[in-house]
C-alpha cells in the first residue's frame, strides 16, 4: 500500500511535470514561433523611437530677391508617457510655467497610454533651450517651422499662407507647393529598459531637404507703391473693393497686384474669408467702355475701320431693335478716333455692327476672354464670354460697349497689353524662377505669347487714339502724367444685382507707358466709390497717374514730354 501511494505520487508528478513542459514548451513555440513577428515589433517599439526632422519650406522672394515669406526654426515639445507617467506630477509643475500650459492637462498627458505624444507646438529657442536644462526624462523635442511674412499685409493676396500642417492655402504658397515643400527626415534612437537612449546603436541619421525657393516677377517697391495708392484710394473714395495690376506689357510680367480689403498672412483667421479672397483674378464684372478697345482694335485690325471714319452717334440716343442706347454726353458724328476719347456708347455700337457678331465674338476669344488667363495662381475663374448662339439682337451693340460681358481684371489687362505691345496676347507671368539651396536656378519661367489678337497696324493706330483719352478733349485728362506719353482708356459700368442693372458702378482706368514703347501698363479698378462722380476718368485716373508716376520713378523710365498739353498734338 505504501509502495502503491508512492509509485501514485511519483506518476503524478512526473504527468505535473510533463504537462507543465509541454504547455511552457507550447507557449515558446506561441512566442517565438506563431507570434514571432508580432511580438518582434512590440519589443521594437519598446526599445525604439522614430524622431521626424520637418524640411524647412522654401523661401519666397520678389524679382530682386527681397525675402517675402520665410521659415523660422521653432520646436515640438514631446514626451514618452511610459516614462514620465511615474513622475507626470513633478514633471508637469515645472513644464507648466515654461510651455504656459495648464498644469492638469499636462498631468494628463504625461501619464496617458502610448510612447509618444505632444505637449505643444512651436515653441521658441529660448523656451527649449530652458526645458533642455531640467534634464527632465521622457521629454524630447522635435524640428518644427514657423512660416512668417516680414513684411505683413504686403502682397498677401499674391503669397496666400500655410495651414497648421504647412502647407500652402491660396496664392503662391499653394500653385507652388510642390516646390516649397520640403521632404522630411528621421533618426531611429534605441533606448535600455530604463529609457536611457543607447547612442552606440543610434541608427543612421537620413537627413531632411529643404524645400525649393520660388522668385516671383513681382517687384517689392512697385508692390508697396500700388498697395499704398490703393488704400488712399480706399479711404478717399470709400468704395467696397479695389485692385491695382501693374505689368510689363511686351512680357506680361506681374510687378504689382494688390486688392482690398487685406488681410495679414501672419494671421489669416483674423480676416473673414471675403477680405482673403484675390480680386484680380476670382472677380468679374461688366468691364464697361474699357472692352471699346476690343471691338475697335478687331476693326481697325480687319481694315474694316480706319481712325477717321466717320459715325452719326445720333446726339445721344440710338434706337435699334426696338431699344434706344445712350451716351453720357450728346454726339453729332464722331471719327472712329473720337469715339474711342469721347467714349461713345453708340459710336461703339455702330463699329460692332459694322465688324458684326462672328468677327467680334472671335476677336473677342482671340483677347482671351472667356477663359482663364493661365496665371500662376489658384482661384482663377474663366469669366462670362457667352457663344454666338446665346446673342440677342441687342447684344451686337450692347457688347462692344461692354455689356453682356464679364471679365477679370487680369484678363482686361493683359487684353490691354495686346493692343500696346504689337497686338501679342501673352500668358501672364507671375513666377520667374524656382531655385535651389545652393542657389541654383532649377526652372526658369519664360514669357509666352497666347496669340496674334491684332495687327501691328492696328495697334499704332489704337494707341494714337488712346493717347488722347488724357487730354482736356478725353475722358481721362486726371490721368495725364506730367513729361510722359500715356495711352490709356476709362471704364464706367453698371453694377448688376439680383439681374438688374442697379445705381452702383465699377470706375476703372486702364493705361500704358510710354505710349510709343511701352514698359508699364497699370489697371485701377475701384467697385462703387461714394459720391455723384462715379465715372473712371474721375475715380481711377488720379489712382492710375499716382502710381505711374512712382513707378515710372523707381524703374528710371525716361520722359518723353515736358508739357503733358502736348500730347494733345501727338499722332
Known amino acids: 500500500m505504501t509502495a502503491m501511494t508512492q509509485k501514485t505520487r511519483a506518476f503524478i508528478v512526473v504527468v505535473g511535470l510533463s504537462l507543465g513542459f509541454s504547455v511552457l514548451g507550447f507557449r515558446l513555440f506561441d512566442m517565438h514561433v506563431l507570434q514571432h513577428k508580432e511580438l518582434a515589433a512590440q519589443a521594437l517599439a519598446n526599445r525604439e523611437q522614430v524622431v521626424h526632422r520637418q524640411g524647412r519650406r522654401g523661401e519666397i522672394r520678389d524679382i530682386n530677391g527681397n525675402l517675402l515669406a520665410n521659415s523660422q526654426s521653432v520646436r515640438i515639445v514631446t514626451a514618452d508617457p511610459s516614462i514620465t507617467g511615474p513622475q507626470a506630477q513633478t514633471i508637469a509643475q515645472k513644464l507648466a510655467p515654461l510651455l504656459k500650459m495648464d498644469e492638469a492637462t499636462l498631468v494628463a498627458k504625461l501619464s496617458g497610454e502610448g510612447r509618444y505624444v505632444r505637449l505643444k507646438t512651436k515653441v521658441d529657442e529660448d523656451t527649449a533651450q530652458q526645458i533642455r536644462a531640467l534634464r527632465l526624462k521622457g521629454v524630447l523635442f522635435e524640428d518644427q517651422f514657423l512660416r512668417s511674412y516680414p513684411n505683413g499685409i504686403l502682397a498677401s493676396h499674391v503669397l496666400g499662407f500655410v495651414d497648421s500642417e504647412h502647407k500652402g492655402v491660396q496664392g503662391i504658397e499653394s500653385s507652388m507647393e510642390q516646390y516649397l515643400q520640403g521632404i522630411a527626415g528621421c533618426e531611429v534612437i534605441e533606448r535600455d529598459r530604463k529609457g536611457r537612449e543607447i547612442r552606440a546603436l543610434r541608427d543612421e541619421e537620413i537627413g531632411p531637404r529643404d524645400g525649393y525657393s520660388i522668385v516671383l516677377t513681382i517687384d517689392q517697391v512697385i508692390q508697396h507703391i500700388a498697395e499704398t495708392e490703393l488704400e488712399k484710394a480706399m479711404v478717399l473714395n470709400k468704395p467696397q473693393a479695389g485692385v491695382i495690376i501693374v505689368s510689363r506689357p511686351k512680357t506680361a510680367e506681374i510687378l504689382a497686384m494688390s486688392c482690398r480689403p487685406t488681410f495679414?498672412?501672419?494671421?489669416?483667421?483674423?480676416?473673414?474669408?471675403?477680405?482673403?479672397?484675390?480680386?484680380?483674378?476670382?472677380?468679374?464684372?461688366?468691364?464697361?467702355?474699357?472692352?471699346?478697345?476690343?471691338?475697335?482694335?478687331?476693326?481697325?485690325?480687319?481694315?474694316?475701320?480706319?481712325?477717321?471714319?466717320?459715325?452719326?452717334?445720333?446726339?445721344?440716343?440710338?434706337?435699334?431693335?426696338?431699344?434706344?442706347?445712350?451716351?453720357?454726353?450728346?454726339?453729332?458724328?464722331?471719327?472712329?478716333?473720337?469715339?474711342?476719347?469721347?467714349?461713345?456708347?453708340?459710336?461703339?455700337?455702330?463699329?460692332?455692327?459694322?465688324?458684326?457678331?462672328?468677327?467680334?465674338?472671335?476677336?473677342?476669344?482671340?483677347?482671351?476672354?472667356?477663359?482663364?488667363?493661365?496665371?500662376?495662381?489658384?482661384?482663377?475663374?474663366?469669366?462670362?464670354?457667352?457663344?454666338?448662339?446665346?446673342?440677342?439682337?441687342?447684344?451686337?451693340?450692347?457688347?462692344?460697349?461692354?455689356?453682356?460681358?464679364?471679365?477679370?481684371?487680369?484678363?482686361?489687362?493683359?487684353?490691354?497689353?495686346?493692343?500696346?505691345?504689337?497686338?501679342?496676347?501673352?500668358?501672364?507671368?507671375?513666377?520667374?524662377?524656382?531655385?535651389?539651396?545652393?542657389?541654383?536656378?532649377?526652372?526658369?519661367?519664360?514669357?509666352?505669347?497666347?496669340?496674334?489678337?491684332?495687327?501691328?497696324?492696328?495697334?499704332?493706330?489704337?494707341?494714337?487714339?488712346?493717347?488722347?483719352?488724357?487730354?482736356?478733349?478725353?475722358?481721362?485728362?486726371?490721368?495725364?502724367?506730367?513729361?510722359?506719353?500715356?495711352?490709356g482708356k476709362t471704364g464706367t459700368a453698371q453694377k448688376i444685382e439680383n439681374g438688374q442693372y442697379v445705381r452702383k458702378y465699377y470706375s476703372s482706368f486702364i493705361g500704358y507707358l510710354p505710349a510709343s514703347d511701352p514698359e508699364i501698363s497699370i489697371l485701377v479698378s475701384l467697385d462703387d466709390p461714394e459720391g455723384a462722380a462715379y465715372y473712371g476718368g474721375s475715380i481711377a485716373g488720379p489712382v492710375f497717374r499716382a502710381v505711374a508716376e512712382k513707378a515710372a520713378q523707381y524703374l528710371s523710365i525716361s520722359p518723353q514730354i515736358t508739357d503733358p498739353k502736348k500730347v494733345a498734338n501727338l499722332s
Not at 489687362?413 to 495686346?418: D, E, F, Q, T, V
Request: hydrophobic share 40%; charged share 15%.
Open 264 to 487: 495679414d498672412p501672419n494671421n489669416p483667421g483674423a480676416a473673414p474669408a471675403d477680405a482673403r479672397r484675390n480680386r484680380c483674378i476670382s472677380d468679374v464684372a461688366e468691364p464697361g467702355s474699357s472692352f471699346k478697345i476690343v471691338a475697335c482694335s478687331g476693326a481697325l485690325s480687319e481694315g474694316i475701320v480706319n481712325l477717321n471714319d466717320q459715325f452719326d452717334c445720333e446726339n445721344g440716343a440710338f434706337l435699334y431693335a426696338g431699344r434706344i442706347l445712350h451716351d453720357a454726353h450728346p454726339y453729332g458724328v464722331l471719327s472712329v478716333e473720337e469715339i474711342l476719347f469721347h467714349s461713345s456708347n453708340i459710336g461703339a455700337a455702330k463699329v460692332g455692327l459694322r465688324v458684326g457678331p462672328a468677327h467680334l465674338y472671335d476677336y473677342i476669344t482671340r483677347f482671351g476672354f472667356g477663359r482663364k488667363t493661365g496665371i500662376a495662381l489658384p482661384g482663377e475663374v474663366s469669366g462670362i464670354a457667352h457663344p454666338l448662339s446665346r446673342w440677342s439682337k441687342l447684344s451686337i451693340t450692347r457688347i462692344p460697349m461692354g455689356h453682356e460681358i464679364a471679365v477679370t481684371p487680369l484678363q482686361m489687362i493683359m487684353a490691354l497689353n495686346a493692343v500696346a505691345n504689337g497686338g501679342r496676347l501673352m500668358k501672364p507671368l507671375i513666377v520667374k524662377s524656382v531655385v535651389d539651396q545652393g542657389g541654383h536656378t532649377i526652372l526658369q519661367y519664360q514669357p509666352q505669347q497666347v496669340a496674334q489678337c491684332i495687327f501691328p497696324r492696328a495697334s499704332i493706330l489704337m494707341t494714337t487714339a488712346l493717347r488722347k483719352v488724357v487730354t482736356p478733349e478725353g475722358t481721362a485728362p486726371r490721368a495725364a502724367v506730367e513729361g510722359y506719353d500715356v495711352a
